[in-house]
């Protein structure tokens, strides 16, 4: 069976879902809660009861896992960040291009990250349509806008094939936990690889004519081709490319009138579960510096995130 998903950290989490043998053991990290310099760190003798704890909850997670069959060779990852930039082309193209490396330029190092992701998923996507016709494709998807894109992406592609002689399951993200109430979930990626069982036994056959309606879907957002894509009340909308900064002023109203960008961006991040990443907060606030209304006071180091120096708010 092929596993579709469009986040790495996800496929990651999957491929270890698949492994036979539990994963137990191995290094565990905690924080150290304290007033600047006054925290103080745990002991040889706390470390270690902090580490058989780890250990202890790793064995009970695995304990209730439901076994997971398959081959990781075939869990098929799209990372394409569709909820963000023009869209209005073919497979993967060159607006893709662009938008990743736009996307990723903001970490040391994105530009090459940006070229491996594309030519991975160009080669997985050229294996799916190769390989669908004869296997079942299991598609997973959360609550963010770009797993609601990338259904609707993949669907796209899989039209030519003809649905009908398909067999596709979708497996969807539930509110909370599997199995955990009251433990809420926003994205797979966050699953623990003992979870992937017993989410999969919630898997849905995925009918030929709601496969079509979806997969029309994305053409009409493709014909719209706004700078993004959101999940609005349960619906994917096209939306304008201020979408977010409000909450981004949200939290900048809170901070000093000369304050670091990380903490912008970061603070934004956990007050605000979006539904993606800290690259788009970037490019918004890179525009903000661009149109006047933020200062540049330092320079990141080399080998951090753009995001990593100080601005200062416009006395406009």
């Not at 957002?221 to 977010?244: H, I, K, T």
């Not at 890179?286 to 990593?308: F, M, N, R, S």
Request: charged letters at 25%; one cysteine or more; hydrophobic letters at 40%.
């Amino acid at each position: 069976m092929l596993e579709v998903l469009f986040s790495d950290s996800a496929a990651g989490s999957l491929k270890c879902g698949m492994n036979q043998a539990p994963l137990t053991g191995g290094a565990c990290s905690f924080a150290v809660l304290g007033d600047g310099a006054g925290g103080k760190l745990p002991s040889r003798k706390e470390s270690e009861r902090l580490q058989r704890e780890h250990e202890e909850r790793e064995r009970r997670l695995w304990a209730e896992a439901v076994p997971l069959p398959g081959d990781t060779r075939d869990i098929l990852s799209f990372p394409l960040w569709l909820s963000i930039g023009p869209i209005d082309e073919e497979g993967i193209g060159p607006m893709r291009e662009t938008t990743l490396m736009q996307l990723l330029s903001i970490y040391p190092r994105g530009r090459q990250t940006a070229a491996q992701i594309l030519a991975s998923t160009r080669e997985r996507l050229e294996a799916l349509l190769a390989r669908a016709p004869h296997e079942p494709v299991r598609i997973w998807v959360d609550h963010t806008p770009d797993a609601a894109c990338g259904l609707r992406w993949l669907l796209a592609q899989l039209h030519p094939l003809g649905f009908e002689k398909l067999n596709l399951q979708v497996v969807e993200l539930p509110a909370q936990r599997p199995g955990k109430e009251g433990l809420t979930l926003g994205n797979l990626g966050e699953l623990h690889p003992s979870e992937w069982g017993r989410l999969a036994q919630d898997a849905r056959p995925l009918p030929a004519a709601q496969a079509a309606a979806l997969a029309t879907q994305w053409r009409a957002l493709q014909a719209q081709n706004a700078p993004l894509r959101a999940v609005l009340n349960g619906v994917l909308v096209s939306a304008a490319e201020d979408l977010y900064d409000p909450y981004l002023r949200w939290v900048m109203d809170d901070l000093e009138d000369t304050f670091q960008e990380a903490a912008l961006i970061g603070r934004t991040l956990g007050l605000f579960p979006l539904g993606f990443g800290d690259a788009w907060l970037a490019m918004r606030v890179e525009q903000w510096i661009a149109d006047g209304k933020l200062e540049a006071v330092t320079k990141p180091d080399a080998d951090c995130p753009a995001y990593h120096r100080t601005l200062r708010k416009s006395e406009e």
